[in-house]
């Protein structure tokens, strides 16, 4: 399993940005799929976003395609979400985790972070 930290979450403006980034620790980085999914208050976590191992292919839910991009640098063991056109419905705990394929299932996914919060006030 590979150890994951999430960071740069915090509170902004609706219509604002963020990027969060996941540090991953380990020598086999680029051998996983890297996903980012987000919990609001009282909902279960749902998927946000995928890409595959070589950063070629990638995923979104529908609510936030268009407005977040995922991207990853295999050098530096780091996946990134960058979210724009932010809205008070993204409000949630984002969370990265890491798995061997690129999937929307949670179950596909070994390794989690504890989590970043990401507030967005109206």
């Known amino acids: 399993q590979v150890q994951l930290v999430e960071s740069g979450g915090g509170l902004v403006q609706a219509g604002g940005s963020l990027r969060l980034s996941c540090a991953a620790s380990g020598r086999t980085f680029s051998s996983y799929a890297m996903g980012w999914f987000r919990q609001a208050p009282g909902k279960e976590r749902e998927f946000a976003a995928v890409?595959?191992?070589?950063?070629?292919?990638?995923y979104y839910a529908d609510s936030i395609k268009g407005r977040f991009a995922i991207s990853r640098e295999n050098a530096k063991n780091t996946v990134y979400l960058q979210m724009n056109s932010l809205k008070p419905e993204d409000t949630a705990v984002y969370y990265c985790?890491?798995?061997?394929?690129?999937?929307?299932?949670?179950?596909?996914?070994?390794?989690w972070g504890q989590g970043t919060q990401v507030t967005v006030s109206s």
């Open positions: 890409i595959s191992p070589s950063g070629r292919g990638t």
């Open positions: 985790a890491a798995g061997p394929r690129a999937t929307s299932r949670q179950a596909d996914f070994a390794s």
